[in-house]
């Protein structure tokens, strides 16, 4: 078999015509995968931004807590406090009252 010159041209345009084509479909691919890449990457965006006001929220729920946990607690001990008044109070009340009969 004799190759002459337009053979091996023929068959390098053959050849480069084949690889074109090869390298169309991979970049076709590429390109598929790589728009499916961007609409996840999106879609975990998005995902990322509802978690951070989620979070936000949370963040701002918890304060409300505790600063409602502190004012309970500043409450409570008022209340104590009180309620200790009031005992010694009746206990003066007794006491004056036991003086003021010996008397």
Avoid: C, P
Wanted: cysteine-free; hydrophobic content about 40%.
């Amino acid at each position: 078999m004799e190759i002459n010159e337009e053979k091996l041209k023929s068959f390098i345009k053959k050849q480069s015509e084949e690889t074109r084509r090869h390298f169309d479909i991979v970049a076709e691919d590429l390109r598929s995968d790589m728009k499916l890449l961007a609409e996840s990457v999106g879609g975990i965006q998005e995902q990322l931004v509802i978690l951070r006001e989620m979070v936000a929220k949370n963040t701002e729920d918890i304060v409300m807590i505790k600063m409602n946990m502190e004012i309970i607690k500043n409450s409570l001990r008022k209340k104590v406090d009180f309620e200790e008044f009031e005992i010694l109070t009746k206990r003066v009340a007794l006491l004056e009252s036991k003086i003021i009969n010996r008397k």
